[in-house]
């Protein structure tokens, strides 16, 4: 860890925000009440993740980090949506346990998947279509999830997952994004005011 640490030139300061997101789940309860703390804990406990594995594969471009954090958020959201259930029985309430919230994160989570995609284009050839199906098969997730539409409907369904047929499928279209990818000429975007909520307490150009 500290040998990829010093050679990809990862901030202590990473690491230390992870180590923060993790220790705050072995609280007796959990418990955010608010949008900021949502995305402050998604960034700690997987935007980080997302951030070390952009450097790690040597993405230079500041934008493309943030995009990168950006996955890393999209998919922690996806896990809080399907696990909210799961979650209150040991005390971890991130969003509230009602149909709307759990829309409403999903809903955010599209945005922060759809920020990351460009991003991708600057991950080298060899790694950029394995990232392409992972982030379409999590969102996935997000789409099963909304399809129960109900909170009673969602209750019953425990643990959302995408089956093997759905994968394959993901597969086949992220190729399509990768072909995407190659013609597109847009620049690397990210969610400037999700951004500048997490900012008030992580300076991201500290980490990247």
Do not use: C
């Not at 230079?60 to 922690?76: F, T, V």
Request: hydrophobic letters at 45%.
């Amino acid at each position: 860890m500290w040998d990829l640490i010093d050679h990809h030139l990862i901030s202590i300061k990473i690491i230390e925000d992870l180590f923060d997101g993790v220790e705050s789940d072995l609280n007796k309860k959990v418990q955010l009440n608010n949008k900021k703390d949502l995305l402050i804990y998604s960034y700690r406990v997987a935007g980080t993740v997302g951030l070390m594995m952009a450097k790690i594969l040597n993405v230079k471009d500041d934008n493309s980090m943030r995009s990168a954090i950006d996955l890393g958020i999209a998919m922690q959201l996806t896990n809080i949506s399907r696990d909210v259930v799961e979650d209150s029985k040991i005390n971890r309430f991130y969003i509230k346990n009602d149909f709307k919230t759990i829309s409403d994160t999903l809903a955010l989570a599209d945005l922060f998947y759809k920020s990351s995609f460009i991003a991708i284009k600057e991950i080298p050839f060899k790694f950029r279509f394995a990232i392409l199906i992972a982030r379409r098969v999590y969102k996935k997730i997000g789409d099963k999830i909304l399809r129960t539409k109900n909170i009673e409907n969602y209750n019953k369904a425990g643990k959302i997952y995408v089956n093997n047929i759905t994968k394959i499928y993901q597969t086949i279209l992220s190729i399509f994004d990768l072909v995407t990818l190659f013609v597109t000429k847009q620049k690397s975007g990210y969610m400037n005011n999700e951004h500048f909520l997490i900012s008030e307490e992580i300076d991201f150009n500290e980490r990247i």
